[in-house]
């Protein structure tokens, strides 16, 4: 799948069904878990895309569809980019963490036209949990109240080094 300059996909490709019954001897039953579809190519896409795919037979088995049909939502979107703090959640009572660097560059996806400034109200955070489970205190960032029309937001550093300090 590709997309023209300034489109992307809006979410994962749906299937209906999304899955089939399979009828057969035993033997040739226990080691199926999955049916694949053909290969479809879908290029330069800026709209929404839908249409029917055969499934791939599976020798010795009958299957309850032999096609489906397949929907993929597609969308024009922006790209803003913002200097955003990475703050700390979640930190017990008498412990301090400090996340270094202490601010990101976020480059939000944004859907065409834009209802609303996706930089308001988001907040970006490493939660203590996640510091106490990483390895060498090395944490991504959380996104909080990220805005209705937000495809996905890349941060910058991807890993930011924490660091706890117990207060006396």
Same mark, same amino acid.
């Given at each position: 799948?590709?997309? &023209? %300059?300034?489109?992307?996909?809006?979410?994962?490709?749906?299937?209906? %069904? =999304? #899955?089939?019954?399979?009828?057969?001897? %035993?033997?040739?039953? @226990?080691?199926? =878990?999955?049916?694949?579809?053909?290969?479809?190519?879908?290029? !330069?896409?800026?709209?929404?895309?839908?249409?029917?795919?055969?499934?791939?037979?599976?020798? $010795?088995?009958?299957? /309850?569809?032999?096609?489906? !049909?397949? #929907?993929? =939502?597609?969308? *024009?979107?922006?790209?803003? *980019? /913002?200097?955003?703090?990475? $703050?700390? *959640? !979640?930190?017990?009572?008498? &412990? &301090?963490? /400090?996340?270094?660097?202490?601010?990101?560059?976020?480059?939000?996806?944004?859907?065409?036209?834009? +209802?609303?400034? %996706?930089?308001? $109200?988001?907040?970006?955070?490493?939660?203590?949990? =996640?510091? &106490?489970? +990483?390895?060498? $205190?090395?944490?991504?960032?959380?996104? +909080? *109240?990220?805005?209705?029309?937000?495809?996905?937001?890349?941060?910058?550093?991807?890993?930011?080094?924490?660091?706890? @300090?117990?207060?006396?």
């Amino acid at each position: 799948v590709s997309f &023209k %300059p300034q489109y992307m996909a809006m979410g994962q490709i749906r299937l209906q %069904p =999304d #899955s089939v019954t399979i009828y057969g001897e %035993p033997f040739h039953l @226990e080691h199926i =878990d999955r049916v694949f579809t053909r290969t479809i190519d879908l290029h !330069n896409l800026k709209s929404s895309a839908h249409g029917v795919i055969r499934l791939e037979p599976v020798h $010795g088995v009958r299957m /309850s569809a032999t096609e489906v !049909n397949y #929907s993929l =939502d597609v969308t *024009r979107f922006v790209e803003i *980019r /913002s200097e955003v703090s990475v $703050g700390v *959640r !979640n930190v017990p009572a008498g &412990k &301090k963490l /400090s996340v270094y660097p202490s601010t990101a560059s976020v480059v939000f996806k944004c859907a065409f036209p834009l +209802s609303q400034d %996706p930089t308001e $109200g988001v907040q970006f955070y490493i939660d203590y949990a =996640d510091f &106490k489970s +990483s390895i060498g $205190g090395k944490c991504i960032a959380h996104a +909080s *109240r990220v805005p209705e029309g937000v495809i996905e937001c890349t941060v910058t550093p991807e890993v930011f080094d924490c660091v706890e @300090e117990g207060r006396q």
